[in-house]
T-cell receptor
């Protein structure tokens, strides 16, 4: 039930854009995105709910395709501070209680 | 306000020993979740507690257990340690009672090394 993230790793130059995908084989209730910088705790970016709207935060936004059980995280005009590992966490519809299942992560490196 | 506090931050054990890790959530947060993080596997869900009740448990052997106290502080215990238990154990707290109120606040973790 672990969601699949792609790509596993990506290297960008400052100012370039990136897309990180997250897909599940199960019907999803919500998708959460977190970023973890090296040696630090994961930090919440955003949550997308079934039936909800696309979210955005500064130059980072995300979408949730309920029919395909997929979510994508969009990073535009990347900055050095965007470097880190991005995790999507999924909640399965009808699971009955609060449990996030995370993907293995996408390592994003932004270079000057 | 103070964040999620995990102790100890680092520890080394030998195979067969047991270990107890502690987590103090953000004040007012009643939900505490535990995750195991290993290279290449991401964050794997261990269990989640709300108001001293375990609401959900991940796919880990019975050697992994936890509990939550009335002040919302939580502990997890791993008995009969194996080399594969070496990992970063992360605790996260949340206000959430319902699923859609989401945000998890993570501690910096307890790094366990089993020799």
């Amino acid at each position: 039930q672990q969601p699949v993230q792609s790509p596993q790793a990506v290297i960008l130059r400052e100012g370039e854009d990136a897309v990180i995908n997250c897909s599940s084989s199960k019907a999803l209730y919500s998708v959460h995105w977190y970023r973890q910088k090296h040696g630090e705790a994961p930090v919440f970016l955003m949550i997308l709910l079934k039936g909800g709207e696309q979210k955005g935060h500064d130059k980072i936004s995300a979408s949730f395709n309920e029919k395909k059980q997929q979510s994508s995280l969009y990073l535009t005009a990347s900055q050095l501070s965007y470097s880190g590992t991005y995790f999507c966490g999924t909640e399965i519809s009808g699971a009955g209680s609060y449990q996030l299942t995370f993907g293995k992560g996408t390592k994003l490196s932004v270079i000057p | 306000k103070a964040g999620v506090t995990q102790t100890p931050r680092y520890l080394i054990k030998t195979r067969g020993q047991q270990v107890t890790l502690s987590c103090s959530p953000i004040s007012g947060h009643r939900s505490v979740s535990w995750y195991q993080q290993t290279p290449g596997q991401g964050l794997q869900f261990l269990f989640e507690y709300f108001s001293e009740t375990q609401r959900n448990k991940g796919n880990f052997p019975g050697r992994f257990s936890g509990r939550q106290f009335s002040n919302s502080r939580s502990e997890m215990n791993v008995s009969t340690l194996e080399l594969g238990d070496s990992a970063l154990y992360l605790c996260a707290s949340s206000l959430a009672y319902q699923r859609d109120t989401g945000e998890l606040f993570f501690g910096e973790g307890s790094r366990l090394t089993v020799l």
